[in-house]
């Protein structure tokens, strides 16, 4: 059984927050489910043909497996993600430490300061990954296809 | 017992279960598309338990890096390999070398995580650092390691550029 202070277990219970919305969240999925089940078994035909039972692809009739081998490019895109969840942890530690060094102006200053140039470099990457083209998502569909449909 | 140590010790035991069953999950499922969407409840188990720990910035670190990042970096790395996830891969290599590879590595990371575990005095109070882990973290990275804190976005650069120049040379 964990063994906890007094202190730790009073700021446990601030977390209780969280674990209620966790527990709303997975009730909320699992309450929609039933609900839609419960109407449609209340409501529905249930007249089942091949078309129906097809899967839903916004109107487009589905062709082939949904398992296709995806562009190199989503890839790029959650590398380049990842560097700038990073950077936001980065900055929590410093969120909190510069709300309390609002106080003092020149804390404030340097604070920012500080964040400023961390931010900065990675800005430096930003550009780049931005100017190589790599968030451009409509890129190889080609203006040659765009000219030729025209 | 009191109402909030019952909870507490329930809400402990909550997120202990869900980590070592989604593990399980992770470990023994036969379809890699299934481990790796397993590994999402291992990673917020994880973090609950770094709560537990007192240790709150490296929970948020863990749900916004690990599920929020890595998970998505691991499902699209499977969706750029695997032709078809959903069907057994069937490529088991029964070969004895790479068996005892296998159990061979197994082996030396048990030992490695029984040298870490045996001279804990598990029963003893664990040092507690307060419940302001992330402030003093905070004063730490601004104040005492403000160049480790900066090379930090240059070693992120470096790797953002790196990435981006690997995966786009294909």
Redesign the interface.
């Known amino acids: 059984?964990?063994?906890?202070?007094n202190?730790?277990?009073q700021?446990?219970?601030n977390?209780t927050n969280v674990?209620l919305f966790l527990l709303a969240g997975i009730a909320f999925v699992f309450a929609s489910i039933a609900f839609s089940r419960i109407m449609a078994w209340l409501l529905g035909h249930r007249k089942p043909d091949p078309i129906k039972q097809s899967t839903y692809e916004c109107g487009e009739l589905p062709v082939g497996?949904s398992?296709i081998?995806?562009n190199?490019r989503?890839?790029?895109v959650?590398?380049?993600?990842?560097?700038f969840?990073?950077?936001?942890?980065?900055l929590?530690?410093?969120?909190?430490?510069f709300k309390?060094s609002l106080a003092l102006k020149g804390d404030a200053i340097l604070?920012f300061a500080?964040m400023f140039?961390?931010?900065l470099?990675?800005i430096?990457?930003l550009i780049?990954?931005w100017r190589?083209g790599?968030l451009q998502w409509v890129k190889t569909l080609g203006d040659k296809n765009v000219k030729d449909k025209e | 017992m009191t109402a909030g140590q019952i909870l507490f010790n329930v809400v402990f035991y909550f997120f202990a279960l869900l980590t070592i069953l989604s593990a399980s999950v992770v470990a023994f499922s036969r379809n890699i598309l299934h481990s790796a969407f397993a590994l999402l409840f291992t990673f917020w188990g994880v973090a609950g338990l770094y709560i537990f720990s007192d240790a709150q910035f490296l929970a948020a670190a863990q749900v916004l890096i690990y599920v929020g990042g890595i998970l998505v970096l691991i499902l699209f790395a499977i969706m750029l390999t695997h032709r078809n996830p959903r069907e057994d891969s069937g490529q088991e290599s029964n070969q004895s070398s790479s068996v005892i590879l296998a159990s061979g590595i197994t082996v030396l990371v048990y030992i490695a995580l029984l040298a870490v575990y045996l001279p804990v005095n598990w029963s003893g109070k664990a040092a507690s650092y307060g419940t302001m882990t992330t402030e003093m973290l905070g004063t730490a990275l601004t104040r005492n390691y403000l160049i480790p804190f900066e090379a930090v976005s240059m070693l992120l650069l470096a790797a953002l550029l790196g990435a981006a120049y690997l995966a786009r040379r294909k």
């Open positions: 059984m964990p063994n906890v202070s202190n730790t277990s700021y446990l219970f977390y674990l497996t398992f081998r995806f190199i989503f890839y790029i959650a590398l380049i993600f990842i560097i969840d990073v950077e936001v942890v980065a929590f530690p410093w969120a909190i430490i309390k604070m500080e140039v961390f931010v470099i990675l430096v990457g780049y990954v190589k790599d």
